[in-house]
């Protein structure tokens, strides 16, 4: 099956810091990948979506300048959380999309920003 | 953002019992994917249903796209306790973005 690698699993930060999350398709090409937030106890919010070699779509409310998306090859998006704070703290989630419509999902980056 | 409706929120039942979930939009999609997530973990793809009115089975698992493309339904049948988790459906349109819209999650907890 379709193999999505996501680094690291958890990162500890300073606050005012930034912190590069990098989301690998392993076994195939990703036209598509997203990028989503989760909060304990609650659903995926998805916060953009990034082609290869275009700008992200970031969904309202995400700020773009914040939350820097590249999508620099069909295998690697990463998401840089800029100036890192405490309510930034959360488990990010990316997944990414071959040519059938399934979207297969890394496993995620416990973020906490002390 | 957006996010689909699902129920129930919760479940507890015990070991041998089938359980229904149950997704709903006031959107048409095109895709219904069907996943689950356990702590500290990303969701795995269970099932994936293309077409309305397609009936789907992974094992245990049986997945339904509902004939309006507004909703969804996931069964398990004789569930056991690794079957304890948090489902999630998502629905996604074939066009644009390609962009998925998760349900607000099942939790299932299976008594031994």
């Known amino acids: 099956g379709a193999v999505v690698s996501q680094h690291p699993s958890r990162v500890i930060c300073k606050s005012g810091t930034s912190v590069k999350i990098e989301c690998r398709s392993l076994?195939?090409?990703?036209?598509?990948m997203f990028w989503y937030r989760q909060f304990p106890k609650q659903s995926l919010m998805l916060m953009a979506t990034?082609?290869?070699?275009?700008?992200?779509?970031?969904e309202q409310g995400v700020e773009k300048d914040k939350f820097l998306i590249n999508h620099a090859s069909l295998t690697l998006s990463t998401l840089t959380v800029t100036s890192a704070h405490p309510e930034d703290s959360s488990f990010y989630i990316c997944?990414?999309?071959?040519?059938?419509?399934?979207?297969?999902f890394g496993q995620g980056t416990r973020l906490t920003v002390v | 953002g957006q996010q689909l409706n699902q129920s129930p929120q919760s479940m507890f039942i015990q070991e041998g019992e089938d359980v229904s979930m149950n997704c709903t939009s006031s959107?048409?999609?095109?895709?219904w994917l069907w996943y689950k997530q356990e702590p500290g973990e990303g969701p795995v793809l269970l099932i994936a249903?293309?077409?309305?009115?397609e009936l789907t089975s992974n094992g245990r698992l049986t997945a339904q796209f509902g004939i309006t493309r507004k909703d969804s339904f996931l069964n398990i049948s004789a569930s056991i306790p690794s079957d304890v988790g948090i489902y999630f459906c998502?629905?996604?349109?074939?066009?644009?973005?390609?962009?998925?819209?998760f349900g607000t999650g099942t939790r299932l907890k299976v008594l031994a």
């Open positions: 997944s990414a999309r071959g040519v059938r419509s399934e979207a297969f």
């Open positions: 076994d195939f090409q990703a036209t598509t």
């Open positions: 990034s082609n290869e070699g275009s700008k992200a779509t970031y």
């Open positions: 959107s048409i999609f095109n895709t």
């Open positions: 249903l293309y077409k309305a009115g």
């Open positions: 998502a629905g996604s349109v074939t066009s644009g973005t390609y962009k998925y819209i």
